[in-house]
């Protein structure tokens, strides 16, 4: 584990404007750096870097951050990832903390088997390059299917040699455990090479690193199975995994799209001809999990599949997954007899690149086209076909788009809207009552936190997919929490050592509990904390906090798309008022004088209807009592506030 010093050393070191310029064109407007948002397509920047506070902001797609949250995101690294990096790129020299001794077996484990993946990478590749069976063999083959030496190289593909403990032989040799050459599936249970006198296609997590092999026999009439992966291990997970992702990465997300094919070939032959945004699920079913990989560089997914009949059926199958997860699917029949593999070699770059264009259907529209063609003499089988179609809308949560598609296929099908939206809700109201039986058997409900993620969205239910009644946003409330990220490490009364964070704190006391917002009630619970341990939260510490929700927060307080005027660059000063930097003092007495007006107007409101319920005999003094203290403290507060006061 990367030691706290080592870590505080990074982030001090780390400028993001340096970081975000090896990737980004920007360019100074005013205090920050503007460019185009690497992580959408956009034609006028709205990406938005601030030197000042360390951060940067796009306010086209939402996303922001500092150095470390950037590198994670544009290269899909971890942590820790992200942290070795930057540690690279400002020559600072990593230490780590002592760990328990199970810890540090399960790090050491977890090292040693990326180090075996790693050799045995470039053993089937120095195999594949230099080996005279090699050369014969394997290279021949991948040539004469039409690949490159650079496409080759890229995807580090190499050969096993017919010997049969040849690998097992050289690993042990260098002093690799036997045991974990097993565990990764690269030596069999009997001692012999897993792949033999195969070619072998190397799987890449997001980091690069080999994970797993594919291996395939180049032999025909062979009983042995055509195809061979590496087993379940702690590295590798099919669920998981998508073959050419880490070298196409960069250009799905350029292009805001993901070309999905079946085979190894695929992905190379594409590669090959310029389409480099592609990837393929190695013949397995689509799972969450692979969805889930591809929307963190976009949602948008091209599916190519054959041209014959099962090609067609398997297009059709298995892509609700895509539309569960909010990703727009075009799907792609390529012509009978052809894969991408071949297609892209008879068609050249521009012409698949055009095929897939002119040809490419939306999901649903396909799905419906092909009922109406197949199924028109069959009313019967026809009906099955349309509840199945509606299933698969039923699963879409944009409304307006799922409207569109009713529209569409209620032409396409000849059959009226109406009957398609009674379908579809019917089927929403089914996927409710089932999550909701399902959630009273075995899920727990989301903690405060987990509601308070980045994309939750208060008028939702998430967990039955329905819309709740919610309180409207408390600005009184996200106006404290504004000064006090924003400003709370700054001085409110310097001479009395009283810090803006310190007056809020001190004015809160006693009313922390009546916040609603639990994200905002954990910031300020963390502040407490923190300088109850002697440290006073500042700007970095909000924008790079280890919780998702605050940070976001923090880096919404933080990121403004207005700049102010930098006047005194040139030579001039505001003269009647302090700079917005400045102000805080003014700011924080405001804001906790409207957060307690907020807050004193509520409880008065909750006695009035107390007191609307109870007769004169029945009320209790001390209600009384506390009523028209509260009306005392209004009324002053709002003379404060230069406020006037209607009952």
């Not at 091209?302 to 009949?309: E, K, N, Q, R, S």
């Not at 490419?360 to 179609?389: C, R």
């Amino acid at each position: 584990m990367i030691s706290k010093k080592t870590i505080d050393e990074i982030y001090g070191a780390a400028k993001v404007e340096e970081v975000i310029e090896d990737y980004v064109n920007l360019k100074r407007r005013g205090v920050n750096m503007l460019g185009l948002c690497p992580f959408h397509n956009e034609k006028t920047p709205s990406f938005t870097v601030s030197p000042a506070k360390n951060l940067y902001k796009c306010f086209g797609c939402g996303k922001g951050g500092g150095a470390v949250n950037f590198i994670m995101e544009h290269e899909s690294f971890t942590y820790p990832e992200a942290l070795r990096y930057l540690a690279n790129k400002y020559n600072i020299k990593i230490e780590e903390d002592k760990q328990t001794d199970e810890a540090r077996e399960a790090q050491l484990k977890s090292d040693s088997l990326i180090l075996i993946n790693e050799m045995a990478g470039a053993y089937f590749k120095e195999q594949l390059l230099e080996s005279d069976e090699g050369r014969s063999i394997g290279l021949s083959y991948l040539k004469h299917r039409g690949l490159n030496e650079a496409t080759i190289n890229t995807y580090a593909l190499g050969y096993s040699p017919k010997e049969s403990k040849h690998f097992t032989n050289h690993a042990t040799l260098k002093g690799y455990n036997l045991d974990l050459l097993k565990e990764l599936g690269l030596t069999s249970t009997n001692g012999y090479d897993f792949y033999r006198e195969r070619v072998i296609f190397p799987f890449h997590n997001l980091s690069g690193k080999v994970i797993g092999f594919g291996g395939r026999i180049l032999k025909d009439n062979v009983k042995a199975p055509k195809y061979l992966n590496s087993p379940e291990s702690t590295l590798y997970n099919k669920r998981k995994t998508l073959y050419g992702l880490y070298q196409a990465r960069t250009d799905i997300r350029r292009q805001d799209a993901c070309i999905l094919v079946e085979g190894y070939t695929d992905v190379l032959s594409l590669h090959q001809a310029d389409i480099k945004n592609v990837v393929a699920s190695s013949g397995t079913s689509l799972t969450i999990e692979q969805v889930g990989l591809i929307k963190r560089f976009s949602n948008n997914v091209i599916v190519l599949y054959d041209g014959d009949a099962a090609g067609q059926k398997a297009a059709l199958r298995g892509l609700d997954i895509f539309l569960e997860q909010g990703v727009n699917v075009t799907v792609v029949v390529l012509p009978e007899g052809q894969d991408p593999d071949s297609y892209v070699k008879e068609l050249g770059t521009t012409g698949f690149t055009s095929y897939i264009e002119e040809n490419g259907k939306d999901f649903i529209l396909k799905l419906a086209h092909h009922i109406n063609d197949n199924y028109k003499n069959d009313p019967v089988n026809k009906s099955v076909q349309i509840k199945e179609l509606v299933k698969s809308m039923a699963l879409i949560r944009d409304q307006i788009k799922r409207s569109l598609y009713v529209k569409e296929c209620s032409g396409i099908l000849n059959l009226a809207e109406s009957t398609l939206f009674t379908e579809i809700n019917r089927n929403i109201k089914s996927d409710i009552y089932k999550k909701q039986t399902q959630q009273k058997r075995h899920e727990s409900w989301p903690t405060p936190m987990q509601e308070a993620h980045v994309d939750y969205d208060p008028t939702v239910d998430h967990s039955q997919g329905i819309r709740k009644k919610v309180d409207p946003i408390d600005y009184q409330e996200k106006d404290v929490i504004r000064v006090l990220v924003s400003a709370g490490s700054l001085w409110y009364d310097k001479e009395n050592n009283i810090t803006i964070g310190a007056y809020l704190m001190s004015n809160l006391v006693g009313i922390i509990e009546y916040v609603k917002d639990p994200r905002y009630k954990s910031i300020l619970e963390d502040y407490k904390r923190q300088t109850e341990n002697g440290t006073a939260p500042d700007q970095q510490y909000w924008s790079h906090h280890q919780d998702e929700a605050i940070r976001n927060i923090a880096i919404d307080i933080l990121s403004d798309k207005y700049t102010y005027a930098s006047w005194s660059d040139r030579g001039l000063e505001l003269q009647t008022q302090k700079p917005v930097e400045e102000n805080y003092v003014k700011d924080s007495y405001q804001a906790i004088l409207r957060f307690k007006m907020k807050k004193i107007v509520e409880r008065i409101n909750e006695l009035k209807n107390i007191f609307a319920q109870q007769s004169d005999d029945s009320k209790d003094i001390l209600l009384i009592t506390a009523y028209q203290k509260l009306l005392k403290e209004r009324q002053a507060i709002a003379e404060e506030l230069n406020m006037i006061v209607i009952n």
